[in-house]
């Protein structure tokens, strides 16, 4: 009689060592920060197209071509400043987190120049999230002007209107020309609403930035402790190791 030989399934073997090497390739991806700048990318992609189709619109809608006359150039620049620092704070992330962490800050010098790179960014993105609450509040006030605006024209009825109430130049509107002039400002409404919905996407990806790296300095302190005391009973072990031989020698004489 034959023994039977069991030979396993190669399609299986290989499933589960793909499907092995695809958890630790996942390991290693720094999730909590990915995601934070995925949405940073989405805050920062919603506010420059919708800060750049509004902004025109809007000198066109108040017959001013020098209101914002800033705003185009200066999103530009907060957009390549945010992309560069949220980058940082991935790339920082990513090398702060374990398992990374235990190969690239492995010892007491490197683990200490980690924790200080990650308080100074803390600071960094503490202040920048605070920055970007103040831009929504900024960023709510033509919101709610325009909001203002239909109020006034689809529910209160209103047949003039004049900007000069509300800090502009002094332009009247009655009857058709208010009505026209309410229909692009519901036009516009959309832009800020899609603006005001970025930059809280923006702050919110700070904030969980600002928990990662809280979380990546924690776990670096951890790291440190342990490896103090690990180096703290190799050097007993030592010690003990000598002790037995110098207790050894004093018998055998």
Not at 19 to 34: F, I, K, T, W
Not at 114 to 122: E, T
């Amino acid at each position: 009689m034959t023994p039977s030989t069991n030979t396993s399934n190669p399609g299986l073997t290989q499933s589960g060592t793909c499907g092995e090497r695809l958890l630790h390739c996942l390991s290693n991806v720094p999730c909590a920060s990915l995601i934070a700048w995925i949405t940073l990318l989405l805050g920062l992609g919603g506010l420059t197209g919708s800060i750049l189709t509004g902004v025109p619109r809007t000198r066109d809608l108040l017959r001013d071509d020098a209101t914002l006359w800033f705003m185009e150039h200066t999103i530009i620049g907060v957009l390549c400043g945010m992309f560069v620092f949220g980058t940082l704070l991935l790339l920082v992330g990513h090398l702060s987190s374990d398992p990374t962490s235990r190969h690239t800050f492995n010892t007491s010098k490197k683990n200490a120049c980690a924790r200080g790179l990650n308080i100074m960014l803390l600071i960094l993105t503490f202040i920048l999230g605070i920055s970007w609450i103040i831009i929504s509040a900024v960023i709510a006030i033509p919101l709610m002007m325009l909001l203002l605006l239909l109020y006034l024209h689809d529910y209160m009825k209103e047949n003039c209107f004049n900007l000069a109430n509300y800090g502009f130049s002094f332009r009247e509107m009655c009857g058709h020309d208010f009505a026209a002039f309410t229909d692009k400002g519901r036009e516009l409404l959309i832009c800020y609403i899609i603006a005001y919905a970025a930059v809280v996407l923006i702050a919110a990806s700070l904030i969980h930035f600002l928990i990662n790296i809280s979380a990546n300095i924690t776990h670096l302190r951890d790291t440190r402790f342990v490896t103090l005391h690990a180096y703290e009973e190799e050097n007993e072990e030592v010690r003990n190791s000598a002790s037995k031989h110098s207790n050894l020698a004093d018998t055998t004489m």
